[in-house]
């Protein structure tokens, strides 16, 4: 099955600064990589999503980017703000059948903490 | 409009005694997914229902099973709980069946 890794496990920057996580995943059939924001005591919120016939996607300060060669892609958060502190997840999923459709497989989280 | 709801939001339960968490969603989505999340371990699925009348196993169905009432609610049942079940719990729901887009707030349990 599925199996993605994801990087760093914490990540702690200044406000302003840029963030980046990292996420590689194992099989190459898997076609659509989501990315959730979890806050304290909430439940996941997702958050942008890119399907694996785009490199690159952006919306205001976030951006995900893809590479189908390497099986890796990542999260960009620019200007960040002490608002974007959350444990971030990515998730990787294929849709090549029947019995795939919704078993999202995901990382095991990033803490990101923006220090005002 | 109120997403994804999850009741309870909290449960304590005794080892083998029996339980349901209910989930509705007011979205009109097709799909709807239980998970749960354990510490360092990302969010892990149970079951989801790709459609109202189907259901499916997901990495880590047993000791669990699923009913999707009707469109809007989908329960997750432990018939004999165990430590091991202790965890948050997850519903969530999307109109893509690829993966969830809209989660609940989640049910803490805790099983002595």
């Known amino acids: 099955g599925e199996n993605v890794e994801q990087h760093p496990s914490t990540l702690s920057v200044q406000e302003g600064d840029s963030a980046v996580i990292k996420c590689t995943y194992s099989?190459?059939?898997?076609?659509?990589f989501p990315w959730y924001k979890q806050e304290l005591g909430k439940g996941p919120q997702l958050i942008i999503d890119?399907?694996?016939?785009?490199g690159e996607k952006k919306d205001q300060r976030i951006a995900v980017t893809l590479n189908k060669t390497a099986k890796h892609f990542s999260l960009h958060i620019t200007e960040t703000q002490p608002e974007d502190s959350a444990v971030y997840f990515c998730a990787a999923s294929t849709n090549a059948g029947g019995t795939s459709y919704g078993k999202l497989t995901f990382g095991q989280g990033t803490i990101l903490t923006v220090h005002p | 409009n109120a997403g994804v709801t999850q009741t309870p939001k909290f449960q304590v339960l005794k080892t083998g005694q029996s339980m349901t968490l209910q989930c509705a969603q007011d979205?009109?989505?097709?799909?709807m997914y239980w998970y749960r999340q354990d510490p360092g371990m990302g969010l892990r699925l149970i079951y989801y229902s790709a459609s109202e009348g189907t259901t499916d196993k997901g990495e880590v169905p047993n000791g669990y099973n699923v009913s999707r009432l009707n469109k809007r609610e989908f329960s997750l049942r432990l018939e004999s709980a165990a430590p091991s079940q202790t965890s948050v719990y997850f519903c969530?729901?999307?109109?893509?069946?690829?993966?969830?887009?809209?989660f609940g707030p989640g049910t803490r349990l805790t099983v002595l």
């Open positions: 979205m009109n989505h097709n799909s």
């Open positions: 890119i399907r694996s016939n785009v």
């Open positions: 969530a729901s999307s109109e893509d069946p690829r993966g969830a887009k809209f």
């Open positions: 099989d190459s059939a898997s076609n659509y």
